[in-house]
């Protein structure tokens, strides 16, 4: 026999009782102990049977829980081995559960029943952007134009990143939202792309992570694309918080997500950068 460990009396449990367990195959068992990632408490080296202890199905738990949440079976055996690169790890983790986080923001209100505006604090994430300029004020007119830009992105060889959808960065906030009729400006488009296939490095700029103040809406998209930034930029005057960066207007779940979705039931978030 094999034996790696084993209490006193304890009990062992075949590989058919542990995938039963623990909600998986027989076979996804072997393919990890292929792997390298764990080995049974007992195997008998005539039959091949394998024999699991307690300790060996709670790794196995922890195993699947790391794999839900996206992490790599590399990065997973890379953690139990101690070769783990530890701040790559710890900042993969927390981008994921800040995109977590914001899609279950976002879909609350998409999934709610009635026009809803609510307030909070937000972590822009750190992007690779391909930008563009957009002239244009009227959404339609501008929905129009920024698709054909992003048909020229990808022509051009740019992968888009899927950790956030496509924004606008309007800088000037006062000049934007100070209730004057505002001459013509221009705002810029950015697309997150993959940071590791830049075909033209002009094109893109760096955006490092921010903290934010944000107001996340679900409602009339025309109405919200006109008033959002003005109805943020009040209540952080209310809450005299201090603003430190262009305003982001993110289109959350609205036309560039398909034409099914109605025009007054589209989600957007306005974000600003704060001191």
Do not use: W
């Amino acid at each position: 026999m094999i034996q790696r460990y084993k209490l006193e009396n304890e009990k062992l449990y075949t590989i058919r009782e542990v995938a039963k367990i623990c909600g998986i195959s027989r076979a996804t068992l072997l393919r990890m102990e292929e792997a390298g990632f764990d080995t049974p408490c007992v195997i008998n080296p005539e039959s091949g049977f394998r024999y699991y202890d307690a300790m060996n199905i709670l790794k196995i738990q922890r195993y699947l829980s790391l794999k839900r949440l996206g992490i790599s079976q590399k990065d997973i055996l890379s953690y139990y081995n101690g070769t783990l690169n530890k701040p790559d790890f710890l900042s993969e983790i927390k981008e994921r559960i800040d995109i977590a986080q914001r899609c279950v923001d976002e879909f609350e209100a998409y999934f709610s029943e009635r026009e809803s505006i609510s307030f909070s604090y937000y972590n822009l994430p750190e992007m690779t952007c391909y930008c563009f300029p957009c002239p244009i004020r009227k959404i339609k007119e501008q929905i129009e134009y920024n698709y054909i830009e992003i048909k020229k992105m990808y022509d051009a060889g740019f992968k888009p990143y899927p950790s956030t959808p496509m924004f606008c960065a309007i800088p000037d906030l006062e000049h934007v939202y100070d209730g004057k009729d505002p001459e013509p400006y221009t705002s810029t488009i950015c697309m997150s792309v993959c940071p590791d296939e830049i075909p033209d490095p002009s094109k893109v700029i760096h955006v490092k992570s921010r903290q934010s103040f944000s107001l996340l809406y679900h409602g009339d998209g025309d109405e919200i694309m006109e008033n959002g930034g003005r109805i943020l930029l009040e209540e952080m005057n209310r809450r005299k918080i201090r603003a430190a960066g262009p305003l982001i207007g993110i289109n959350v779940v609205g036309v560039f997500f398909g034409n099914e979705i109605a025009p007054e039931d589209y989600v957007f978030r306005f974000a600003i950068p704060v001191e």
